[in-house]
């Protein structure tokens, strides 16, 4: 399979001195970074997967499961925000926090095997 062979950087910051609980910052990365990029990600992967696998009988398959219910999708976001959460680097300049997240090609054949996964906990 091919894919499109760019990456795309992913970057999230608030100031050094942002005063909340370790819980609460954790939580608006999840809710303003890695969720967002995941939605994000996954969009671009289907856009892709439908330019290189228009006739093939693997993208009609996971095409058809992909539009089976929103909670497909939303199972799959919440694998790419795991992903995404284990694989930032976390850095300080000019008095802010950054969070990236370099998104590689090969990170497309990481969702199609996640995808490919959950379709095999669907039974198909």
């Not at 696998?53 to 089976?68: C, E, V």
């Not at 790419?80 to 694989?87: E, M, P, R």
Request: a negative charge; proline letters at 2%.
């Amino acid at each position: 399979m091919r894919m499109l062979n760019d990456e795309h950087i992913h970057i999230f910051q608030l100031p050094e001195n942002y005063a909340a609980s370790y819980d609460e910052i954790q939580s608006k990365i999840f809710d303003e970074f890695y969720s967002p990029s995941a939605r994000q990600i996954l969009i671009r992967w289907i856009d892709e997967l439908e330019e290189f696998l228009k006739n093939d009988a693997q993208y009609k398959k996971i095409y058809t499961f992909l539009d089976r219910d929103m909670d497909v999708l939303q199972e799959i976001i919440w694998h790419i925000a795991l992903y995404i959460a284990v694989n930032t680097e976390i850095k300080s300049l000019n008095n802010y926090c950054h969070v990236i997240f370099i998104e590689s090609p090969s990170f497309k054949n990481e969702i199609l095997s996640t995808v490919k996964s959950i379709m095999t906990e669907y039974g198909l």
